[in-house]
């Protein structure tokens, strides 16, 4: 696949993924699948398809299993995202703690609707489900941090303060 | 507060494993490493301590173990479930982050007890502090010779690694997690059989919850008699109860199982602003709703909600004041099922949508009269006619809101607007 070419894993990358793959049996390198897309997907947030190939005949695996993984689990992105993602939980405990609230403030600041990219490609904007955090609800989960109890000003302090 | 799963929680780096031993920790392990406790008096201490699992659906932990204790050589597995995604749960993520060391103990004993070559502790995706300090204290355990080959020159050897998910709540379907962990999509697998003879890689497995594994060495230290008694016969042991909703102080509470609800609500500091209860989820937003009258005269252990026609599943005690619209609640609860069902059985793929689209609509003043009994037709036909549990999930709470709140629900229909607020 011309594709392929077009993307190499890095060294650090490949230092990474073996480190998981030492970590099952020598014939199950499947197992370091999850693990090796979340290390790929650390370059720009996101995962292309000349990087799930790359994937692939790094484990040895079909490029189609790596597909099927890859679009199964919700912290993929395959399509390009912002610079910042952010996550804010809806589910039961934080929907009864004003996480309507938050996502209607969080919404109008950015200027997206949940799933979109901000214009300026800063923040991602997306929904989480329980993020085991219920006891701090409202929570979110932003560039992969958990963050509770909060309120419109916090998560303004919070999201201004990144670049 | 009795700590068990919690015990190094008053320390201020409790995750470290000074912190651990100085409670005591690793002591249980070396006894059993120096004097070659017979796997047999391990599972039975369990057996009597009535240990059930944590994960929700409160399994007899001895009973599950013993079955893995048929002679079979070659590799043999342990996994911890680590995947705390069930909404209103967040206990284990504390147990991780706190007391990391209290669980790679718990999965150490429990290799030896049911003869397994390895473990291992599958974290969500999205548990990226507690992740660390499980895989940091699982480094330290390593460099203490108390995880891998000739554990404390017992000749005991038993490997331990962290796992990781990718964002999945099916994952905390213990075959689902073993696909996961196997690398492929979470599909849950059709038992028989089941895991403990065809699980990781098609050999001997045995999946526990975090706090069920983290409370096996406590048990063994002080004994099932101890345990045993903190709870009530059949329900041993304390319970990490994580109170979240409309009350003043939310948060994880480990206290004896068989707590009286109305005890558990002020521990958790009573509902918010005075308000007055409405309703409560005992035990996360799967399981059947309770109305006030009827949790504040149960206690809180599996056969008592049972009895009063819920379940303690994973102890998430969801609280709602009277200012709650249940038509909205229930809204939120059968979205949440039908994003995360897999998509592999028909009823639970199609039946989650449909539970969502009618419930929305009647939030939304859409609702026609005849939906109310359509709500309990779908969730009928979804229950007992899927590969694994998701299907109840999704239909339980929809029995259960109908059954209490039916009316409700049929005043969001006739008058288009919620009966609250
Ligand atoms: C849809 C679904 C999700 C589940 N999620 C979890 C979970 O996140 N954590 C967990 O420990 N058990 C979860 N379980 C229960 C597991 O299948 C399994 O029963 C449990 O891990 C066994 O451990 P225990 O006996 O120690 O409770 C889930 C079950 C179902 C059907
Ligand atoms: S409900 Fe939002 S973190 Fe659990």
């Known amino acids: 696949m011309a594709e392929t070419e077009l993307y190499k894993l890095t060294e650090t990358m490949c230092g990474e993924i073996d480190q998981w793959i030492a970590k099952f049996p020598p014939e199950r390198k499947q197992s370091a699948l999850l693990a090796s897309l979340h290390i790929v997907q650390k370059e720009t947030g996101w995962l292309s398809t000349a990087q799930l190939n790359a994937v692939a005949d790094y484990l040895g695996l079909a490029y189609v299993t790596v597909y099927e993984v890859a679009t199964f689990y919700s912290m993929y992105d395959l399509q390009p995202v912002g610079r910042h993602k952010v996550h804010l939980c809806n589910n039961i405990s934080c929907m009864l703690n004003g996480s309507e609230k938050l996502s209607e403030h969080v919404k109008a600041k950015l200027g997206v609707e949940f799933g979109a990219t901000t214009t300026d490609g800063k923040f991602t904007l997306k929904h989480a489900e329980c993020l085991a955090a219920c006891a701090g609800a409202p929570a979110a989960q932003i560039d992969g941090v958990h963050y509770e109890n909060l309120t419109p000003e916090k998560i303004d302090k919070i999201l201004d303060n990144l670049d | ?421």
């Open chain 2, 1 to 421: 507060m009795t700590n068990v799963c919690y015990r190094t929680l008053q320390f201020d780096e409790p995750w470290t494993l000074e912190a651990y031993e100085s409670v005591g920790g690793y002591q249980v392990l070396r006894r059993i490493m120096q004097e070659k406790t017979p796997c047999d008096q391990i599972i039975n201490e369990l057996k009597e301590a009535s240990l059930r699992g944590r994960g929700g659906a409160g399994f007899p932990t001895g009973v599950k173990w013993s079955f893995m204790t048929s002679a079979s050589q070659g590799a043999k597995y342990v996994v911890c479930n680590a995947d705390e995604s069930e909404p209103g749960t967040c206990k284990d993520r504390d147990i991780l982050r706190y007391n990391p060391h209290q669980l790679i103990e718990g999965m150490i004993i429990a290799g030896y007890a049911m003869g397994c070559t390895s473990g291992y502790i599958y974290i969500r995706g999205e548990f990226t502090e507690p992740f660390a300090r499980v895989e940091t204290a699982l480094q330290q355990a390593k460099a203490a010779g108390l995880v891998g080959s000739n554990i404390l020159e017992s000749g005991f050897d038993f490997q331990l690694e962290t796992a990781i998910g990718a964002g999945a709540y099916i994952c905390g379907e213990e075959t689902a997690l073993l696909n996961s962990l196997e690398g492929k999509k979470g599909f849950p697998r059709f038992k028989p059989p089941f895991p403990a003879n065809v699980g990781l890689y098609g050999r001997p497995t045995t999946v526990n919850n975090v706090e069920t594994l983290a409370s096996v060495p406590v048990i063994l230290e002080k004994g099932a008699k101890w345990f045993l008694e903190l709870g009530k016969p059949n329900n041993g042991g304390t319970k990490i109860f994580s109170v979240t909703g409309h009350v003043n102080k939310p948060g994880n509470y480990e206290v004896p199982l068989g707590i009286p609800f109305k005890e558990l609500l002020e521990l958790a500091g009573g509902v918010r602003n005075g308000n007055k209860l409405k309703a409560v989820i005992p035990g996360g937003s799967s399981m059947p709703v309770l109305p006030a009258e009827i949790i504040m005269e149960t206690d809180m252990d599996y056969d008592s909600l049972m009895k009063a026609g819920s379940m303690l599943g994973t102890a998430a005690v969801i609280v709602m004041d009277e200012t709650t619209c249940m038509v909205k609640a229930l809204e939120c609860i059968s979205k949440f099922y039908m994003e995360e069902s897999c998509g592999q059985c028909t009823p639970c793929r199609e039946g989650t949508g449909w539970l969502h689209r009618v419930i929305h609509r009647i939030e939304n003043g859409q609702g026609k009269p005849e939906d109310l009994d359509n709500l309990v037709r779908v969730a009928k036909n979804i229950e007992g006619r899927t590969i694994c549990a998701l299907g109840e999930a999704a239909a339980w709470p929809v029995g259960a809101f109908m059954k209490h709140f039916r009316d409700e629900f049929a005043y969001h229909i006739q008058h288009k607007k919620c009966l609250v607020g």
